[in-house]
Protein backbone atom coordinates (compact mmCIF):
# COMPACT_ATOMS: atom_id res chain seq x y z
CA UNK A 1 0.00 0.00 0.00
CA UNK A 2 2.63 1.98 0.62
CA UNK A 3 4.68 1.51 -2.28
CA UNK A 4 1.92 2.03 -4.12
CA UNK A 5 1.08 5.57 -2.68
CA UNK A 6 5.37 6.25 -3.31
CA UNK A 7 4.88 5.16 -6.60
CA UNK A 8 1.69 7.60 -7.28
CA UNK A 9 3.15 10.24 -5.92
CA UNK A 10 6.45 9.73 -8.28
CA UNK A 11 4.58 9.41 -11.38
CA UNK A 12 2.39 12.54 -10.53
CA UNK A 13 5.51 14.72 -9.99
CA UNK A 14 6.88 13.62 -13.03
CA UNK A 15 3.83 14.35 -14.80
CA UNK A 16 3.65 17.81 -13.52
CA UNK A 17 7.22 18.52 -14.45
CA UNK A 18 6.78 16.99 -18.07
CA UNK A 19 3.44 19.51 -18.39
CA UNK A 20 5.50 22.77 -16.82
CA UNK A 21 8.56 22.12 -19.31
CA UNK A 22 6.13 21.40 -22.31
CA UNK A 23 4.23 24.90 -21.51
CA UNK A 24 7.88 26.64 -20.61
CA UNK A 25 9.06 25.42 -23.87
CA UNK A 26 5.92 26.82 -25.85
CA UNK A 27 6.35 30.09 -24.16
CA UNK A 28 9.75 30.10 -25.65
CA UNK A 29 8.87 28.78 -28.87
CA UNK A 30 6.44 31.93 -29.26
CA UNK A 31 8.47 34.51 -27.37
CA UNK A 32 7.78 36.37 -30.66
CA UNK A 33 4.25 36.91 -29.98
CA UNK A 34 4.60 37.37 -26.55
CA UNK A 35 7.12 40.08 -26.77
CA UNK A 36 4.58 41.90 -29.19
CA UNK A 37 1.89 41.25 -26.28
CA UNK A 38 3.87 42.78 -23.48
CA UNK A 39 5.50 45.66 -25.29
CA UNK A 40 1.84 46.38 -26.25
CA UNK A 41 0.64 45.83 -22.75
CA UNK A 42 3.62 48.65 -21.87
CA UNK A 43 2.49 51.44 -24.73
CA UNK A 44 -1.13 50.68 -23.76
CA UNK A 45 -0.65 51.41 -19.31
CA UNK A 46 1.73 54.52 -20.60
CA UNK A 47 -1.38 55.90 -23.21
CA UNK A 48 -3.68 54.67 -20.32
CA UNK A 49 -3.71 58.47 -19.01
CA UNK A 50 -4.48 59.79 -22.54
CA UNK A 51 -7.37 57.66 -22.97
CA UNK A 52 -8.67 58.48 -19.67
CA UNK A 53 -8.33 62.23 -20.01
CA UNK A 54 -10.01 61.93 -23.20
CA UNK A 55 -12.93 60.02 -22.31
CA UNK A 56 -13.74 61.70 -19.07
CA UNK A 57 -12.89 65.62 -20.41
CA UNK A 58 -13.47 65.52 -23.73
CA UNK A 59 -15.82 62.51 -23.95
CA UNK A 60 -14.53 60.54 -26.44
CA UNK A 61 -16.07 57.27 -26.49
CA UNK A 62 -13.27 53.69 -26.51
CA UNK A 63 -12.79 53.70 -30.25
CA UNK A 64 -12.16 57.35 -30.88
CA UNK A 65 -10.24 57.84 -27.76
CA UNK A 66 -7.58 54.94 -28.75
CA UNK A 67 -7.36 56.56 -32.50
CA UNK A 68 -6.55 59.35 -31.41
CA UNK A 69 -4.47 57.84 -28.88
CA UNK A 70 -2.37 56.13 -31.61
CA UNK A 71 -2.56 58.29 -34.15
CA UNK A 72 -0.54 60.78 -32.06
CA UNK A 73 1.98 57.67 -30.49
CA UNK A 74 2.33 57.20 -34.70
CA UNK A 75 2.75 60.82 -35.72
CA UNK A 76 5.93 61.24 -32.20
CA UNK A 77 7.30 58.27 -34.09
CA UNK A 78 7.28 59.11 -37.39
CA UNK A 79 8.79 63.02 -36.34
CA UNK A 80 11.81 61.06 -34.61
CA UNK A 81 12.67 58.76 -37.19
CA UNK A 82 12.28 61.60 -39.44
CA UNK A 83 14.88 63.63 -37.58
CA UNK A 84 17.34 61.05 -37.72
CA UNK A 85 17.27 61.03 -41.67
CA UNK A 86 19.48 64.43 -42.41
CA UNK A 87 21.56 62.42 -39.68
CA UNK A 88 21.62 58.77 -41.37
CA UNK A 89 22.41 60.77 -44.65
CA UNK A 90 25.15 62.99 -43.40
CA UNK A 91 27.11 60.03 -42.10
CA UNK A 92 26.60 57.68 -45.09
CA UNK A 93 28.41 60.44 -46.92
CA UNK A 94 31.31 60.77 -45.05
CA UNK A 95 31.30 57.28 -44.99
CA UNK A 96 31.44 56.99 -48.79
CA UNK A 97 34.61 58.68 -48.36
CA UNK A 98 36.21 56.86 -46.06
CA UNK A 99 39.24 54.90 -46.94
CA UNK A 100 39.65 52.25 -44.40
CA UNK A 101 43.15 51.18 -45.41
CA UNK A 102 44.13 54.80 -44.90
CA UNK A 103 42.55 55.04 -41.54
CA UNK A 104 44.04 51.88 -40.60
CA UNK A 105 47.66 52.85 -41.32
CA UNK A 106 46.86 55.93 -39.43
CA UNK A 107 45.70 53.90 -36.11
CA UNK A 108 49.11 52.29 -36.50
CA UNK A 109 51.47 54.80 -36.67
CA UNK A 110 49.86 56.54 -33.55
CA UNK A 111 50.20 53.14 -31.55
CA UNK A 112 53.73 52.66 -32.64
CA UNK A 113 54.57 56.21 -31.53
CA UNK A 114 52.90 55.92 -28.15
CA UNK A 115 54.55 52.94 -28.25
CA UNK A 116 57.76 53.75 -28.53
CA UNK A 117 57.37 56.74 -26.19
CA UNK A 118 55.68 55.54 -23.00
CA UNK A 119 55.95 51.42 -22.91
CA UNK A 120 59.61 51.09 -23.46
CA UNK A 121 60.13 48.36 -21.27
CA UNK A 122 60.26 45.27 -23.70
CA UNK A 123 59.31 43.31 -21.00
CA UNK A 124 56.02 45.15 -19.80
CA UNK A 125 52.50 43.13 -20.34
CA UNK A 126 51.37 46.39 -22.24
CA UNK A 127 54.29 46.50 -24.31
CA UNK A 128 53.80 43.48 -25.60
CA UNK A 129 50.16 43.65 -25.89
CA UNK A 130 50.42 46.96 -28.16
CA UNK A 131 53.31 45.14 -30.33
CA UNK A 132 50.83 41.77 -30.88
CA UNK A 133 49.23 41.34 -33.90
CA UNK A 134 46.01 42.30 -32.61
CA UNK A 135 46.68 45.89 -33.80
CA UNK A 136 48.53 45.29 -36.89
CA UNK A 137 45.99 43.01 -37.69
CA UNK A 138 42.81 45.76 -37.37
CA UNK A 139 40.24 46.25 -40.03
CA UNK A 140 37.99 49.35 -39.82
CA UNK A 141 36.28 48.25 -42.90
CA UNK A 142 33.25 47.28 -40.94
CA UNK A 143 32.60 51.08 -39.91
CA UNK A 144 30.93 51.26 -43.61
CA UNK A 145 29.02 48.77 -43.27
CA UNK A 146 27.06 50.16 -40.39
CA UNK A 147 24.27 52.33 -41.99
CA UNK A 148 23.89 49.06 -44.13
CA UNK A 149 22.89 47.24 -41.04
CA UNK A 150 20.58 49.74 -39.45
CA UNK A 151 18.61 49.88 -42.93
CA UNK A 152 18.71 46.19 -42.98
CA UNK A 153 16.89 46.42 -39.92
CA UNK A 154 14.08 48.58 -40.32
CA UNK A 155 12.10 45.81 -42.74
CA UNK A 156 11.53 43.62 -38.95
CA UNK A 157 11.42 46.76 -37.41
CA UNK A 158 8.48 47.89 -39.78
CA UNK A 159 6.67 44.84 -39.07
CA UNK A 160 7.17 44.79 -35.24
CA UNK A 161 5.98 48.25 -35.30
CA UNK A 162 2.82 48.04 -37.42
CA UNK A 163 1.90 44.49 -35.07
CA UNK A 164 2.49 46.44 -31.26
CA UNK A 165 0.17 49.51 -32.68
CA UNK A 166 -2.72 46.78 -33.93
CA UNK A 167 -2.48 44.61 -30.77
CA UNK A 168 -2.04 48.10 -28.65
CA UNK A 169 -5.24 49.67 -30.27
CA UNK A 170 -7.24 46.66 -29.05
CA UNK A 171 -6.08 47.01 -25.44
CA UNK A 172 -6.81 50.37 -25.38
CA UNK A 173 -10.49 50.24 -26.88
CA UNK A 174 -11.70 46.87 -25.42
CA UNK A 175 -9.54 47.00 -22.38
CA UNK A 176 -12.48 46.55 -19.95
CA UNK A 177 -13.91 43.70 -22.15
CA UNK A 178 -10.59 42.12 -22.10
CA UNK A 179 -10.29 42.35 -18.09
CA UNK A 180 -13.86 40.94 -18.01
CA UNK A 181 -12.54 37.87 -20.16
CA UNK A 182 -9.58 37.25 -18.26
CA UNK A 183 -11.93 37.54 -15.17
CA UNK A 184 -13.54 34.41 -15.84
CA UNK A 185 -10.19 32.49 -16.05
CA UNK A 186 -9.57 33.55 -12.27
CA UNK A 187 -10.74 31.58 -9.13
CA UNK A 188 -13.59 32.84 -7.16
CA UNK A 189 -11.69 33.43 -3.92
CA UNK A 190 -8.83 36.08 -5.83
CA UNK A 191 -10.93 37.73 -7.89
CA UNK A 192 -11.48 40.27 -4.78
CA UNK A 193 -7.93 40.70 -5.23
CA UNK A 194 -8.20 41.33 -8.58
CA UNK A 195 -8.68 45.18 -8.57
CA UNK A 196 -5.63 45.94 -5.64
CA UNK A 197 -3.25 44.59 -8.38
CA UNK A 198 -4.47 46.12 -11.02
CA UNK A 199 -4.12 49.08 -8.53
CA UNK A 200 -0.62 48.61 -8.08
CA UNK A 201 0.96 47.52 -11.01
CA UNK A 202 -0.74 50.92 -12.38
CA UNK A 203 0.78 52.73 -9.96
CA UNK A 204 4.17 50.88 -9.88
CA UNK A 205 4.88 51.26 -13.51
CA UNK A 206 3.39 54.69 -13.85
CA UNK A 207 6.39 55.55 -11.19
CA UNK A 208 8.89 52.97 -13.01
CA UNK A 209 7.93 54.89 -16.33
CA UNK A 210 8.01 58.70 -14.96
CA UNK A 211 11.61 58.14 -13.69
CA UNK A 212 12.29 56.45 -16.93
CA UNK A 213 11.18 59.67 -18.81
CA UNK A 214 13.03 62.19 -16.12
CA UNK A 215 16.51 59.63 -16.64
CA UNK A 216 16.32 60.33 -20.44
CA UNK A 217 15.61 63.92 -20.05
CA UNK A 218 19.04 64.23 -18.01
CA UNK A 219 21.16 62.56 -20.04
CA UNK A 220 19.85 64.05 -22.46
CA UNK A 221 21.31 67.31 -21.45
CA UNK A 222 24.24 66.35 -20.24
CA UNK A 223 24.90 64.17 -23.90
CA UNK A 224 23.90 67.70 -25.68
CA UNK A 225 26.49 69.76 -23.45
CA UNK A 226 28.99 67.56 -24.01
CA UNK A 227 28.81 66.98 -27.79
CA UNK A 228 28.61 70.93 -27.79
CA UNK A 229 31.92 71.44 -25.99
CA UNK A 230 33.72 68.50 -28.38
CA UNK A 231 32.13 70.27 -31.70
CA UNK A 232 30.53 67.83 -33.27
CA UNK A 233 27.37 68.09 -36.10
CA UNK A 234 23.72 67.33 -35.17
CA UNK A 235 24.09 67.59 -31.63
CA UNK A 236 20.27 67.25 -30.74
CA UNK A 237 19.69 64.35 -32.76
CA UNK A 238 23.07 62.56 -31.57
CA UNK A 239 22.04 63.05 -27.88
CA UNK A 240 18.67 62.02 -27.96
CA UNK A 241 19.37 58.84 -29.82
CA UNK A 242 22.57 58.24 -27.37
CA UNK A 243 20.16 58.70 -24.49
CA UNK A 244 16.98 57.18 -25.95
CA UNK A 245 19.61 53.65 -25.89
CA UNK A 246 20.04 54.05 -22.20
CA UNK A 247 16.45 52.08 -22.28
CA UNK A 248 18.40 48.56 -23.14
CA UNK A 249 19.79 48.20 -19.23
CA UNK A 250 23.44 47.50 -19.31
CA UNK A 251 23.52 47.18 -23.44
CA UNK A 252 22.54 50.01 -23.98
CA UNK A 253 25.39 52.58 -22.87
CA UNK A 254 27.94 50.04 -24.62
CA UNK A 255 26.03 51.15 -28.10
CA UNK A 256 25.95 54.55 -26.86
CA UNK A 257 29.16 54.97 -26.50
CA UNK A 258 29.97 53.14 -29.45
CA UNK A 259 27.91 54.96 -31.76
CA UNK A 260 29.31 58.56 -30.18
CA UNK A 261 32.94 57.08 -30.86
CA UNK A 262 32.35 56.42 -34.16
CA UNK A 263 29.56 59.81 -35.01
CA UNK A 264 33.10 61.73 -33.90
CA UNK A 265 35.24 59.77 -36.19
CA UNK A 266 32.88 60.10 -39.85
CA UNK A 267 32.24 63.80 -38.46
CA UNK A 268 35.85 64.52 -38.81
CA UNK A 269 36.97 62.26 -41.48
CA UNK A 270 38.62 64.52 -43.53
CA UNK A 271 40.68 66.23 -41.22
CA UNK A 272 44.35 64.63 -40.24
CA UNK A 273 43.16 61.52 -37.78
CA UNK A 274 46.40 61.82 -35.25
CA UNK A 275 46.33 65.49 -34.81
CA UNK A 276 42.60 66.56 -34.69
CA UNK A 277 39.77 63.22 -35.08
CA UNK A 278 41.69 61.23 -32.11
CA UNK A 279 41.92 64.18 -29.91
CA UNK A 280 38.43 63.90 -30.55
CA UNK A 281 37.47 61.09 -30.11
CA UNK A 282 39.11 60.47 -26.87
CA UNK A 283 37.48 64.13 -25.22
CA UNK A 284 33.98 62.24 -26.21
CA UNK A 285 34.76 58.70 -24.92
CA UNK A 286 35.93 60.65 -21.40
CA UNK A 287 32.79 62.65 -21.20
CA UNK A 288 30.61 59.69 -22.12
CA UNK A 289 32.21 57.85 -18.95
CA UNK A 290 31.38 61.17 -16.44
CA UNK A 291 28.08 60.72 -17.86
CA UNK A 292 27.71 57.44 -16.97
CA UNK A 293 29.18 57.39 -13.95
CA UNK A 294 26.54 60.25 -13.14
CA UNK A 295 23.87 57.85 -14.26
CA UNK A 296 24.83 54.88 -11.88
CA UNK A 297 25.72 56.37 -8.80
CA UNK A 298 23.38 59.21 -8.55
CA UNK A 299 20.54 59.46 -10.87
CA UNK A 300 19.64 55.57 -11.31
CA UNK A 301 19.74 55.39 -7.57
CA UNK A 302 17.51 58.46 -6.66
CA UNK A 303 15.03 57.48 -9.79
CA UNK A 304 15.20 53.90 -9.36
CA UNK A 305 15.35 52.99 -6.34
CA UNK A 306 11.88 52.94 -4.66
CA UNK A 307 10.01 53.00 -7.92
CA UNK A 308 9.29 49.42 -8.46
CA UNK A 309 10.23 48.33 -4.84
CA UNK A 310 12.89 45.55 -5.85
CA UNK A 311 15.89 44.98 -4.41
CA UNK A 312 18.99 45.79 -7.27
CA UNK A 313 20.33 42.38 -7.39
CA UNK A 314 16.36 41.10 -7.89
CA UNK A 315 16.07 43.52 -10.79
CA UNK A 316 19.85 42.69 -12.26
CA UNK A 317 18.62 39.02 -12.36
CA UNK A 318 15.38 39.58 -13.87
CA UNK A 319 17.15 41.58 -16.33
CA UNK A 320 19.44 38.49 -17.20
CA UNK A 321 16.87 35.98 -17.53
CA UNK A 322 14.40 38.22 -20.00
CA UNK A 323 17.99 39.00 -21.53
CA UNK A 324 18.46 35.40 -21.95
CA UNK A 325 15.17 34.19 -22.99
CA UNK A 326 13.89 36.96 -25.43
CA UNK A 327 17.26 39.32 -26.04
CA UNK A 328 17.36 42.93 -26.39
CA UNK A 329 13.42 43.27 -25.99
CA UNK A 330 13.59 41.16 -22.94
CA UNK A 331 15.96 43.88 -21.80
CA UNK A 332 13.65 46.62 -22.23
CA UNK A 333 10.74 44.70 -20.66
CA UNK A 334 12.25 42.97 -17.71
CA UNK A 335 11.33 45.16 -15.40
CA UNK A 336 7.76 46.21 -15.78
CA UNK A 337 6.95 42.65 -16.47
CA UNK A 338 8.78 41.63 -13.48
CA UNK A 339 6.58 44.00 -11.65
CA UNK A 340 3.65 42.90 -13.05
CA UNK A 341 4.18 39.20 -12.29
CA UNK A 342 5.34 40.10 -8.59
CA UNK A 343 2.67 41.94 -8.02
CA UNK A 344 -0.40 39.04 -9.41
CA UNK A 345 2.03 36.19 -7.31
CA UNK A 346 2.36 38.78 -4.04
CA UNK A 347 -1.88 39.21 -4.27
CA UNK A 348 -2.56 35.34 -5.31
CA UNK A 349 -1.23 34.28 -2.32
CA UNK A 350 -1.09 36.93 -0.22
CA UNK A 351 -2.33 34.63 2.64
CA UNK A 352 1.18 32.80 2.41
CA UNK A 353 3.34 34.54 4.77
CA UNK A 354 6.65 33.28 3.34
CA UNK A 355 5.95 34.61 -0.51
CA UNK A 356 4.33 37.28 1.08
CA UNK A 357 7.61 38.24 3.25
CA UNK A 358 9.97 37.01 0.01
CA UNK A 359 8.21 39.42 -2.19
CA UNK A 360 8.36 42.68 -0.43
Known amino acids: MISKVVTDGILGAIKKIILYSLVLYFLYIIRPILIYLSVSLVVAVILNPTILFLKTKLKFNNTFAAITSITGLVSIIFLIIKSFIPLLVEQAKNL ?52 NNIVSSLGSFSIGLFTIIFITFFFLKDSEIILEKLKILIPKKLKSNINSSLSQINELLSRYFIALIIQITILFVLYLILLAIVGINNIIIIAFLCALLNLIPYIGPLISGFLLAVLTLTNYIDIDFGAIVLSKVVYVVIGFVIVQLIDNFLIQPLLFSKSVKSHP ?43 TKFLN
Request: glycine fraction near 4%; charge should be negative; hydrophobic fraction near 45%.
Open 313 to 355: LEIFLTILVFGFLFGVTGLILAVPCYTIIKVVVRTAYSKNSTI
Open 96 to 147: SLLNSSELQSSVNNIIEKYSDLYFTNESSIINSFINSKLFNQLDFGYITELL
